[in-house]
């Protein structure tokens, strides 16, 4: 596998650090004038989902990750692990808990992940920013108000919860930010 | 290929830039210190192993450039030429960042008969005659790792300043050499501490340079050097120079042994400036500051691209 310097270091990176695949986040470049120069590393461990900061002699270099971002569309559960599918290949990749971890909320067949691959097997899943999902379970809609503002829980078709305003009922489609949780509106239906 | 003409920097920061150049030129104008020109391509280069230089081809031959007009200043100073500055281009390679451009505007100088601390009180009248007068902190390099490590930074073994650094910092690396330990406390721990207008002076020997070498009120060997810092961002690097031909040249040999322990290029030293030494280069102090980085202060960026018309491409 090849290898990339400190001064090539770029957010996105994927490296390996003591055995793990990491994510560059940040790379700054710290030099006195007179004096060793050095680079202080923001990196995001994919196994663990850990950020490290980690300083570097300018010039050293890590050895590159085998770890690639694919769009994958999102199969089925089989009860154990999460099936996705490479559209262009067709190819199947299974993800176990770990790496589907919080996306799991998100999941709905047939929307397209981003799905990591570590040595080709899935590390992480990234759901789509937005989803859209049915509510499943929620107090009785109020009619027409739409003014107050107000919020209630709701139960969506993956089992993740959020609040969503108090004119919403049970079989609406609510489309929601995966990475914030938040409600963002009414689908407007044909996707 | 996608393009980006456009420049770095905004034009109204270009034109404060440009009042930037004509103010520091009138403050020397004002204090009779002449303006020189000097090379920034030359067949020698600096030895100094932290500092790479830019190779080129001229004439067929490997020609550099400069990563300072040190040692044409001090051939200057050798021949009589009096209080000299340079405002221009300097280059430095693989020195890429927020704060950090291959190719800066370097403003040098240096001013016969003074020593570091005459010298630190002419920087800080040129400074605030460009930006708002501030208090001003100086103290000793000793100091601060005093203050902060409560470590005598002339004294401390490897093993125990290695120590120290590994406890404020997850490094990725090992050394045997104290100075990258004290680098990276400074950097790491010391410049983000100094916030407002700090002069740090007396600096450890191993890492003088071309500044002169003394003893200090508590028998440490130190060296004459000085930086100035404004929240955390250093501005500039001063020597009371160091005037002894032979001492320079063993700090040269020096250099080129440790490019060559570490694996750097080879860079023989320049002869022409330790014929000036010896020939009887005056007694001065001299300072190098980042005028991108000034600037960069007086416009309130954090980011160098923004102070430049075009950064590296």
């Known amino acids: 596998m090849a290898s ?22 940040e790379n700054e470049y710290v030099k006195p004038g007179k004096g060793q120069a050095f680079n202080r590393v923001k990196l995001r461990n994919l196994a ?58 998100w999941l709905k067949e047939q929307d397209v992940c981003v799905v990591t691959l570590y040595n080709g097997s899935p590390l ?5 920013n937005h989803v859209e999902l049915e509510i499943t379970e929620t107090d009785p809609g109020i009619k027409g108000d739409t003014a107050t503002g107000g919020t209630k829980p709701a139960t969506l078709s993956t089992g993740a919860v959020i609040k969503v305003p108090l004119f919403m009922s049970i079989g609406e489609i609510v489309r929601v930010d995966t990475r914030t949780g938040e409600y963002l509106g009414r689908a407007t239906g044909g996707k | 290929m996608k393009t980006q003409w456009q420049p770095s920097a905004d034009i109204s920061t270009l034109k404060t830039r440009a009042e930037f150049l004509a103010k520091i030129r009138q403050f ?40 300072s007009p040190e040692f044409f200043m001090k051939r200057l100073l050798a021949a009589g030429s009096g209080d000299i500055y340079y405002l221009g281009k300097s280059f430095r390679d693989e020195e890429f960042g927020a704060k950090h451009n291959p190719e800066f505007t370097m403003l040098e ?18 400074i605030f005659s460009l930006l708002p007068e501030a208090p001003v902190t100086k103290l000793s390099y000793k100091s601060l790792f005093e203050k902060h490590f409560n470590v005598n930074p002339h004294t401390v073994s490897v093993n125990k300043i290695k120590m120290i650094a590994q406890q404020y ?16 406390l400074f950097t790491h721990v010391i410049e ?23 003893i200090n009120e508590d028998g440490d060997v130190i060296a004459k050097r000085f930086e100035i810092y404004c929240d955390g961002l250093e ?70 691209n923004d102070v430049i018309s075009f950064v590296f491409e």
């Open chain 1, 4 to 25: 990339f310097s400190t001064n090539e270091f770029r957010g996105g990176m994927k490296v390996m650090l003591d055995g793990d695949p990491c994510s560059i986040l």
């Open chain 1, 48 to 105: 663990t989902g850990r950020v490290l900061e980690k300083t570097f002699k300018s010039g050293d270099s890590l050895e590159a990750a085998d770890v690639v971002d694919q769009d994958m569309e999102y199969l089925y559960n089989d009860g154990e692990f999460w099936h996705f599918m490479d559209p262009a290949s067709y190819e199947q990749h299974a993800a176990d808990e770990k790496a589907v971890g919080e996306s799991i909320k």
């Open chain 2, 192 to 214: 983000p501490a100094m916030q407002g207008w700090f002069v740090v002076y007396d600096f450890p020997e191993s890492q003088g340079a071309l500044a002169k070498k003394a």
């Open chain 1, 124 to 128: 992480v899943i990234t759901p789509p």
């Open chain 2, 28 to 67: 020397f104008h004002d204090q009779n210190v002449l303006e020189v020109d000097t090379p920034v391509l030359a067949s020698f280069t600096v030895t100094d192993p932290n500092i790479e230089s830019i190779a080129a081809t001229c004439n067929g031959k490997t020609a550099y450039l400069q990563t």
């Open chain 2, 169 to 184: 910092c997850d490094v990725q690396f090992d050394s045997d050499d104290v100075d990258v330990w004290l680098n990276l």
């Open chain 2, 235 to 304: 501005l500039g690097n001063g020597y009371w120079e160091l005037t002894d031909a032979k001492e320079q040249r063993q700090r040269f040999e020096n250099d080129v042994r440790q490019r060559k322990l570490h694996g750097y290029r080879d860079i023989h030293y320049d002869e022409n400036i330790l014929a000036a030494l010896d020939s009887g280069m005056p007694e001065c102090a001299g300072i190098a500051m980042g005028v991108d980085r000034l600037l960069m202060i007086k416009t309130k960026k954090l980011i160098i």
């Open chain 2, 109 to 126: 100088w240096y001013r016969v008969g003074y020593n570091d601390h005459q010298l630190i009180e002419n920087t800080l009248e040129l």
